[in-house]
T-cell receptor, first 113, second 114 residues
Framework: GENVEQHPSTLSVQEGDSAVIKCTYSDSASNYFPWYKQELGKGPQLIIDIRSNVGEKKDQRIAVTLNKTAKHFSLHITETQPEDSAVYFCAASKQAAGNKLTFGGGTRVLVKP | DADVTQTPRNRITKTGKRIMLECSQTKGHDRMYWYRQDPGLGLRLIYYSFDVKDINKGEISDGYSVSRQAQAKFSLSLESAIPNQTALYFC?????????????FGPGTRLLVL
């Protein structure tokens, strides 16, 4: 089955700096890669996703890049703000598996003011 | 009002007890999921259901069972709880047939098995 690894497990950045989280996946048939943000005491919430026919996608201060050849994808957060402090999860899925998500282990991001 | 609700939000139980976690949704989605979250392991799929008559095991179904009572309700049971089932449990819903693969998560149930 699919295996998704996520690094780093914790990330501390100064407010205004950029944050990058990286994930690798094992199944070359995976074609959908979402990122979820989990704030304290809440369930995860989708923040951005990318499909395998696209190399990069951007939404305001967040962007995701995908390298299908290397089987890795990354989340980039620019101009970090205190409200970006949360746990972030990457995931991968493929249509042939019923679109079930396999999650990475999570990254705890702390933005220091 | 929340679209995906879970009850209870917190539960303490003893080894060997049977407990049920409940999930309800008002999104009208056909697909529902149960995950558990452990530190460093992300979210792992326990069971999923693509409609009322379709129930499937996920990657860590041993020790768990589920019931899909209606489109809106999906319950997770621990028949005989053990300490390593202490975790944060999440229910989620999705409806890819509407053009989006987004999963919508409930607020979670924190379970402690003594």
């Amino acid at each position: 089955g699919e295996n998704v690894e996520q690094h780093p497990s914790t990330l501390s950045v100064q407010e205004g700096d950029s944050a990058v989280i990286k994930c690798t996946y094992s199944d070359s048939a995976s074609n959908y890669f979402p990122w979820y943000k989990q704030e304290l005491g809440k369930g995860p919430q989708l923040i951005i996703d990318i499909r395998s026919n696209v190399g990069e996608k951007k939404d305001q201060r967040i962007a995701v890049t995908l390298n299908k050849t290397a089987k890795h994808f990354s989340l980039h957060i620019t101009e970090t703000q205190p409200e970006d402090s949360a746990v972030y999860f990457c995931a991968a899925s493929k249509q042939a598996a019923g679109n079930k998500l396999t999650f990475g282990g999570g990254t705890r991001v702390l933005v220091k003011p | 009002d929340a679209d995906v609700t879970q009850t209870p939000r917190n539960r303490i139980t003893k080894t060997g007890k049977r407990i049920m976690l409940e999930c309800s949704q008002t999104k009208g989605h056909d697909r529902m999921y149960w995950y558990r979250q452990d530190p460093g392991l992300g979210l792992r799929l326990i069971y999923y259901s693509f409609d009322v008559k379709d129930i499937n095991k996920g990657e860590i179904s041993d020790g768990y069972s589920v019931s899909r009572q209606a489109q809106a309700k999906f319950s997770l049971s621990l028949e005989s709880a053990i300490p390593n089932q202490t975790a944060l449990y999440f229910c989620a819903t999705s409806d890819p047939d509407r053009g989006s693969e987004t999963q919508y998560f409930g607020p979670g149930t924190r379970l402690l098995v003594l």
